[in-house]
């Protein structure tokens, strides 16, 4: 085992040994502690502010979290999106001129 520890005047922190000798600082280096598996439900709303675009609030709350090692679960999450179509040509909304056609969809 090989534990070496240098000044922090330095910017240097104090590595920790593992098992197979490598050398981390951190926790976060491991590649053990990362994925998992989670299961959330969430409900939101959606507003058309502008044509072709949509903003979406959203919250959810874990049902099911399995993570490996050391990782925090949730106990919620917030998410705010704002979405911005480019009709291409194929799109429903493509018109030819320039300006989006109006769309089944409201978009």
């Known amino acids: 085992m090989h534990i070496e520890s240098s000044s922090a005047a330095h910017g240097k922190g104090r590595p920790e040994a ?4 490598l050398r ?6 491991d590649p053990r502690n990362y994925g998992g598996k989670k299961i959330n439900a969430a409900v939101g709303i959606q507003w058309q502010p502008f044509p072709l675009h949509v903003v979406e609030l959203d919250l959810g ?3 099911y979290q399995d993570l490996n090692g050391q990782q925090l679960e949730e106990d919620y999450r917030v998410v705010f999106s704002w979405y911005v179509e480019i009709p291409t040509k194929r799109s ?3 018109t030819g001129a320039g ?4 769309s089944r969809l409201g978009f």
């Open 18 to 21: 593992t098992p197979a000798g």
């Open 24 to 29: 981390r600082t951190t926790p976060l280096w």
């Open 61 to 63: 709350v874990p049902l």
């Open 92 to 94: 429903i909304r493509h």
């Open 99 to 102: 300006k989006p056609a109006k």
